[in-house]
């Protein structure tokens, strides 16, 4: 069988944010791998996601990208532990005044990161070739 094609994602209204939080659910990274570059107005995330559409128990390294951020805001995100692990459980939009909100990455365990910017731009592609995940997220209902 052939290695499926990379994802590569953009996001510029609530839909299409909706479309990349389904892609990177499950998502687990370091905090190390949070970057935000205020002069850039950019964060960035290396994150190694699982590969849901694969349907095959996979992970593919990704990066996700937004753009035009005024601000970012943590909660429960330990700052002074760069390899501490992050398990992304969703992205989603709160509008504020249009077409600016905040984008907020939850994660399990109560953290957050909110990221107020001037509009939802975002990308998420994959960057490596997938890999057989160890184990394969689980959700308690």
Request: charged share 25%; proline share 6%.
């Amino acid at each position: 069988m052939a290695d499926p094609k990379p994802l590569r994602l953009l996001a510029q209204d609530v839909d299409d944010l909706a479309v990349i939080s389904a892609a990177v659910q499950d998502a687990v990274l370091r905090i190390g791998d949070i970057a935000f570059e205020p002069a850039s107005r950019r964060l960035t995330l290396a994150l190694n996601r699982y590969r849901w559409e694969a349907g095959s128990g996979e992970r593919v390294r990704a990066g996700l990208q937004v753009a035009g951020v005024l601000n970012v805001q943590a909660r429960k995100v330990k700052r002074g532990a760069p390899d501490a692990i992050l398990e992304l459980l969703a992205v989603s939009f709160e509008p504020a005044e249009p077409p600016g909100g905040a984008i907020t990455f939850s994660f399990a365990g109560g953290a957050d990161l909110r990221v107020t910017v001037e509009c939802i731009d975002a990308v998420m592609a994959d960057v490596s070739k997938p890999w057989s995940a160890k184990h394969a997220p689980t959700h308690d209902v």
